[in-house]
């Protein structure tokens, strides 16, 4: 499966954006879906996913800003940033995993929080 996100860019301390991510070509019942994310010098880390049945789980640094969402129809998962902090710029990317257990990742959409 191949996804391809969307909607990174750059935003003032307080803004909002929003990602999105689109799975294509041999889709296999996903499982789970998500966003991860990576800062300079930092390890990669999940920020929010979504399972099929609409369970969400946020880090700890995003919860009460950020929201997931998922289209199990169209295979798309979204991630509503609001309240953006200079500490969330970092590279994006969306993951899926499937039922058997294959994962994908996305290319990665940059976020620059920043005044």
């Known amino acids: 499966v191949q996804l391809q996100a969307s909607g990174g860019g750059w935003v003032q301390p307080g803004g909002s954006l929003r990602l999105s991510c689109a799975a294509s070509?041999?889709?296999?019942?996903?499982?789970?879906m998500g966003w991860y994310r990576q800062a300079p010098g930092k390890q990669r880390e999940l920020v929010a996913n979504?399972?099929?049945?609409?369970?969400?789980w946020y880090a700890d640094s995003v919860k009460g800003r950020f929201t997931i969402s998922r289209d199990n129809a169209k295979n798309m998962v979204d991630l509503q940033m609001n309240s953006l902090k200079s500490e969330d710029t970092a590279v994006y990317y969306c993951?899926?995993?499937?039922?058997?257990?294959?994962?994908?990742w996305g290319q990665g959409t940059q976020v620059t929080v920043s005044s």
């Open positions: 070509g041999s889709i296999p019942r996903l499982y789970q």
């Open positions: 993951n899926a995993v499937a039922l058997s257990g294959l994962e994908s």
């Open positions: 979504i399972v099929s049945s609409s369970a969400a």
